[in-house]
């Protein structure tokens, strides 16, 4: 067994190198110069085609020397880009001249709306309409006009792409270069109407075959980094005229062995004014959204699933916390539910309320989740905050509260903590809070972690939260520095270590775990990463039935990473809780045609011996085929040979109102939980929503 004081050694020399950084970033810390712009308003129409060409654009000023993020922090970009701003009474409009000498090699793959656009070459518009040095939009485009947004906050703490606005995008090929024309609605964003108002803002390019990103404002220590942005000034700004959005949908279903359906249902949005607003949903439908995907959990605790139910989506972003009070997951379909969202006088507040149906399944009956949340802007660009999470159900109230923050004393020196407690069932030990002071520059990361978790915390907790596991005296740090080289035929190297422990309220050793890793990306778009994991898990009353060393290694071989259009291949053995493993990963992404992308993953584990018979094969293909930006076919279908698990999703979507009003046409055969097979048979979605 390792030995423990060799441990806390190495987890103490950790400590005292983030001293040192903290230290000396407050020692060197100095206000950079702030970059200005100005957006010219106009009265003429403009057709956001990509070329640029109304009389307008000639007028606008001139925004230049973009300066890199990576790989040259500080430098030139290497590459010339122009842009320029234009406004009117309903849109926001950004020009983008990208410069290019070898026009040929421009990647241009990403059809899928909020894909990872910056995996090609592409432009992107961050806005902090309050500017409040903490929250923004972001937008990103590339050649194709295919569309990323979504929010940052916390100073970039978070960045989710749940958030849709309404806007409108196209690029075009130069003989330059490319150029892009993006045109953002007022009325999909909040901001304080008034004149001579300023926002906060920051533009940017991604050159994936080269690993360049370059922004405006800058040298940035993240491109997250609101507080670093530049401003925009002299906006006069009205309030967006549209108040309300209905929409209705009707979906009717043919299932086989099944009676046929028909029902309806409503979305609407309303703006009580340009800051504050608020959505009602009565019967959502989310019968045709894509099923978890299946996978290989190598540990004993619950795995976490990706919301994908718009209506928990959109604005999740403000309940995100490490220790996770409110998890939507657990709230299973719904008859219906409201939520608001909105900031003022430098308070940001939501809240969110849904009744369930019967769950038919788990046989629980109908039930309540209602959260709050409210965070106040304090200092240049930190933030503390307050959230509570309740379920009633049978007339009993479950749920947890808390408060955290988020502090930065500069750029790179962050503090974040975070008190909760739980209640229900269980009305003693059930206290949490996690204290983590952090540096991080561009190229280097150091954090040093102590969390506390009371031993029926997450009994309570995991009625509306997300607790893995409880009774924790727990120690995390790691430190991670990346190398950019451009020479000897390496363009980047990085390593991450990372060391955990914990010990139970009992002072009990639980666990304890290393992980190191190294990746480097070559100059011929190959790349080569090796992980290797110890880690020790103790006896307990719950999930370990004895002591137990597990371990891993795992390397991995990529080509074309950069870039959407790549492939994979992963090898891994081990041993696992008395089982000895071999696990293989394989990854493709690849472009048939231009409108047709095509993506392959494959994980293949063995164990021996297996008395869970848990050695599986899952393979999962997604294509989807783009006739234009608003009429495509997606296609998802997944194996897990384990669970004799096969999954079928065909949906074909026409947006005639984009992104709300549309036309869907699903098939779905064997569609189940995650990690249970499907018993549905052969079925037909036809749904159609329609925005007033």
Known sequence: M????????????????????????????????????????????????????????EKAP???????????????????????????????????????????????????????????????????????RRNCYF????????????????????????????????GQKTDFGWSAEIAIEFGSLKYEPGKNKTWGINLGRSIPRVLELSFWAGPLESPEKVSQYGVLRGLNLRRAEKRAQIIPHIISKLEEGEKSELEGGIDARYAFSQMVSGNLTINPDFATIEADQEEINLTRFELSLAEKRNFF???????????????????????????????????????????????????????????????????KSSTIGFLAANKLIGGKNKGTAGIDTSLYFTDTFKFTGQFALSYGDYNNNNIAFFLRPSYDSATFHIHLRYTQLGRRFRDNANEVGFIRDDNRHELDSAVEKTFWLKKWGFDRIKYRSNYNIYWGLDRNLRSWQIDQELSLDLKNKFSLEIEHTQEFKGRDDEFFEKDFRNYETEFELGYNTREWQHAQISYGFG??????????????????????????????????????????WIHVIRATNYFTNDLFVKIFYQINSAIDKKNIQVLLVYRFQPPFGFIQLAYQKGTARFGERGAQGHALFLKIAYMF
């Open 2 to 57: 390792l030995d423990i004081r060799v441990l806390k050694i190495k987890m103490k020399k950790v400590l005292f190198a983030l001293i040192i950084f903290l230290i000396s970033s407050l020692l060197v810390f100095s206000q950079e110069e702030t970059k200005e712009t100005f957006g010219l308003k106009i009265g003429e129409s403009i057709k956001v085609d990509g070329f640029l060409n109304e009389s307008a654009w």
């Open 62 to 132: 001139e925004i230049s020397d973009f300066i890199q993020f990576e790989p040259e922090r500080g430098e030139s970009a290497s590459l010339k880009t122009i842009a320029k701003i234009l406004y009117d009474e309903k849109f926001i409009y950004f020009g983008f001249l990208c410069y290019d000498s070898q026009p040929e090699k421009i990647a241009a793959q990403m059809t899928k709306r909020d894909a990872d656009i910056p995996n090609d070459d592409s432009v992107g518009v961050f806005l902090d309409t309050f500017h409040d």
């Open 139 to 170: 937008f990103i485009t590339n050649l194709l006009g295919t569309q990323r947004d979504g929010r940052i906050t916390e100073n970039g703490r978070t960045n989710e792409t749940t958030w849709d606005g309404i806007w409108k995008s196209a």
């Open 313 to 379: 989506l959109e604005g999740s972003e403000i309940y995100q916390q490490r220790i996770r009070l409110f998890y939507s997951r657990r709230v299973s379909d719904i008859y219906g539910g409201v939520k608001f969202y909105g900031k003022s006088g430098g308070y940001e507040f939501s809240g969110l309320s849904a009744q369930t149906k019967k769950d038919q399944l788990d046989g629980e009956d109908s039930a309540n989740f209602t959260v709050l949340r409210l965070k106040k802007d304090i200092m």
């Open 575 to 616: 041993r696992n809780f008395d089982s000895d493993f071999q696990l293989v990963k394989g990854g493709l992404n690849y472009k048939i045609t231009q409108d047709f992308s095509f993506q392959y993953s494959l994980t293949r584990v063995i164990f021996d011996p297996d008395p869970e018979e848990e050695t599986t």
